[in-house]
């Protein structure tokens, strides 16, 4: 038996995973740990490398504190992490600054100075624009994008900037911290827009880093996902409790390897994935845009593959939301005497098993009201930092099993608006894999399935998919597993949901009014929210 350690790298914790590769990617021992986000007045987002150092030494270790398998047999690890950050480094290695999340919307002033301007098509400069999606099949014109992260860093701190050696995403330092070396897999490349996406081009686009103002010594070396990028150190591994040299490999962003660990790696293969964030993405073997949607086809761990993705920047961080606001203050959630605000495990154990017993027989609608899930912006079907959640067409004889239903309705809502969005430029995939810690609800997953009409599969501990891609990943540079075109043979589905063909024709009504609630609330979210209204 060969066994590999994956690291999970998301917003709010580490999930650490051991796994056992055979005839399928089995799960031995899992440890997670939490840490900060700091969330700032000005829309910045950050956070502190050395937590996602600390949390990983402190899970690996946990880890072999309850099996049995020694440490000296870890064959190889690898990564799954959330994806567009900013890591800058200087030259030992070292942040120069905190993190920028993914999250954050600082950089408005140099999205605009940068792309915004001029005669535009869908919020962005026709001649960058056309430059853009010629050379990457896309175009960075979102606030959260790290190209705008980067500029905003050179733009208000100058002297921070000159220490900068390379610009790296999270997964990206967590492997110069493991080897020593700075390197991109292809799907992070790919998510600073900076990279030449076109068949014997593939790299790094000197003109797109000359129309943008980035200096091209920044940027890494690029190395494939399935490559092992070097031995684990010895300071690594002393810090990790691992033997040194162990082979590290690329890995991948969470848009990349979630997929894989679903085991939706096939050309035309759906999923949905329900987490902090929310997406749909279908694999496709071509690059295409639909600028107007806010959907492209990212680069994936596999080449010539890409993802046609489409985000939502909050979908179970809004059950988050209920869990410390509608529920805990008067309805009192607790399972064997556990408070579900103790750990982020809890939110998907407990919190899910209250959900399935107090609102699985609340009918289709939530008795008229519906939630909008936009809890931080939104990125897809429509890009508007200013949007925001809200419960629409409340009554008298609304209650909070109401409430807290219509918000699992509205994420539901919106994954099908983004699903239906992929429909127009391709064919979505029936069944469509779940997964995320949404997919652990058992009432979630018919929600979904009777909102989209669509039959739902889901894995084995559907929490852990990122760190199964990062498994299959390993698998793949071992020669263990062929390829990843292979891997859903490795990774079997645990239970299926089929639509109720009357409940779905029941939600026909709610979906249409919320589509319209961003259109006929536009210029408010954007009035309180701060913007000029145009």
Not at 216 to 236: D, F, K, N, R, S
Not at 290 to 309: K, L, S
Not at 485 to 494: E, Q, S
Request: charged share 20%.
């Amino acid at each position: 038996m060969t066994y590999v350690l994956a690291y999970d790298i998301g917003t709010t914790g580490v999930k650490t995973c051991l796994f056992a590769l055979g005839q399928a990617v089995s799960l031995v021992e899992s440890a997670s740990q939490g840490y900060g986000l700091t969330i700032l007045p000005d829309g910045g987002a950050e956070q502190d490398p050395e937590d996602w150092w600390s949390t990983m030494a402190a899970t690996t270790r946990a880890i072999f504190e309850k099996t049995d398998v020694p440490p000296a047999q870890v064959a190889g690890l690898s990564f799954c992490s959330q994806m567009q950050g900013l890591v800058l480094v200087d030259q030992t290695g070292a942040p120069v600054r905190p993190a920028m999340s993914y999250m954050d919307q600082r950089a408005k002033a140099e999205l605009k100075a940068g792309i915004a301007h001029g005669v535009q098509i869908a919020g962005a400069n026709v001649g960058k624009l056309l430059t853009s999606l010629r050379l990457t099949g896309a175009v960075s014109s979102s606030v959260k994008d790290p190209l705008w992260k980067y500029k905003w860093v050179e733009a208000h701190e100058p002297e921070v900037f000159r220490r900068v050696w390379k610009w790296l995403d999270v997964k990206e330092y967590l492997i110069l911290r493991c080897t020593g070396r700075a390197v991109m897999t292809p799907d992070s490349a790919y998510a600073t827009f900076l990279y030449d996406t076109r068949k014997g081009h593939e790299g790094w686009s000197p003109k797109l880093c000359r129309m943008f103002g980035v200096n091209p010594a920044h940027l890494p070396e690029i190395c494939p996902a399935t490559e092992a990028v070097g031995g684990l150190t010895a300071q690594a591994a002393a810090d990790l409790g691992l033997a040194p040299g162990i082979p590290v490999f690329g890995g991948g962003g969470d848009a990349a390897l979630i997929g894989v660990g679903a085991g939706a790696t096939r050309v035309g293969d759906t999923h949905i994935y329900c987490g902090t964030s929310g997406w749909v993405t279908t694999v496709t073997d071509r690059q295409m845009v639909d600028v107007t949607a806010m959907i492209a086809a990212i680069v994936g761990a596999q080449p010539g593959r890409y993802n046609y993705f489409a985000e939502m920047e909050t979908a179970g961080k809004c059950l988050e939301w209920v869990k410390d606001h509608l529920a805990l203050d008067e309805i009192g959630i607790y399972l064997q005497k556990q408070n579900v605000a103790e750990s982020q495990e809890a939110i998907y154990t407990s919190l899910y098993d209250y959900l399935s017993d107090a609102i699985r027989d609340v009918p289709p609608g939530s008795g008229g009201v519906i939630f909008t899930p936009w809890l931080h912006g939104n990125r897809c079907p429509f890009e508007d930092p200013h949007a925001a959640g809200m419960f629409f067409n409340i009554r008298l004889e609304t209650g909070k099993t109401e409430l807290i239903h219509a918000v699992i309705e509205g994420t539901c809502y919106h994954l099908r608006w983004m699903l239906e969005c992929q429909d127009r430029k391709l064919h979505t995939s029936d069944p469509i894999r779940f997964v995320g810690g949404g997919a652990l609800s058992p009432v979630t997953c018919q929600r979904l399935a009777d909102i989209t009409g669509r039959k739902i599969e889901v894995v084995a501990h559907p929490q852990n998919v990122g760190a199964v891609g990062a498994a299959a990943v390993i698998a793949v540079g071992l020669g263990l597993i062929p390829s990843l075109d292979t891997v859903r043979d490795f990774i079997p589905v645990a239970a299926a949901y089929k639509p109720d063909p009357a409940k779905t024709k029941a939600y026909a009504p709610y979906f249409t009014v919320f589509k319209r609630l961003y259109r006929d609330n536009r210029k408010s979210f954007r009035l309180l929210g701060g913007a000029e209204e145009n």
